[in-house]
């Protein structure tokens, strides 16, 4: 945690061939959570990876799985990722019919329950679960891939869920997910995130996940809350 922000490295752009040493890197190099990307090639257009691999990073690591579900009908498989160890179960609201249910389930396994707002979905898909969501992720690409460009539009979406969550005194954390960099990071917790999804600016042929870790810290010692 630097700052009151927490790095989620995203092992989708990790070497697969030695998973648990990228994740137990991460560890090493202070990072809060690590952020694993499901997706079923329905819901997003390819299939990532399922069950065996999450329990597989559960047993390299203590750190907070937080999974992502990039899925269509989640409610059918958010006890299978909490089974294989996932801490914070997060689901789309465009892929969701019974939102508030699903958080129900999720908090009802003593589990925290995120919700992800793709870029083309308003806030307001969310206003009426606000109060009872541990997280919510705003999308800053469409997913699907690692490495693609920020989308700028979600940084006033942060904004206003900051505002609505700060007005109403809600424990919600607000979740960066897409094109997190050095350049972006600062800009997002400046608008109000708290915790940052990084895939390609942590696992790249630039530096060790070490390094690369310690320059998304750099790019947050400074940052002024509200600009
Ligand atoms: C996109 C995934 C992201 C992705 C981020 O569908 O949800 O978590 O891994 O990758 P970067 O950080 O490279 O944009
Ligand atoms: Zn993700």
Redesign the pocket.
Known sequence: MINGIKLAP?I??ADFARLGEQVRECEAAGADYI?V?V?DGRF?PVISLGLPVVEAIRRSTDLVLDI?L?IVEPEKHVGSFIDAGGDIINVHVEAATHLHRIVQQVQGRDRKAGVCLNPGTPVSAVEQVLPEVDQVMV??????????R?IESALPKVRRLRRMIDEAGLRAEIEV?????PETAPRCAAAGANVL??????FNANGTVAQNIGRLRASLERVERGA
Do not use: C, I, K, T
Not at 177 to 181: E, H, L, M, Q
């Open positions: 995203s989708l752009a952020h990307d997706m997003v992502h990039m999308m800053s690409v469409n997913p699907g891939a690692s490495g693609q920020f997910d897409g094109g997190v960099g999804v990084a895939a390609s600016a942590v």
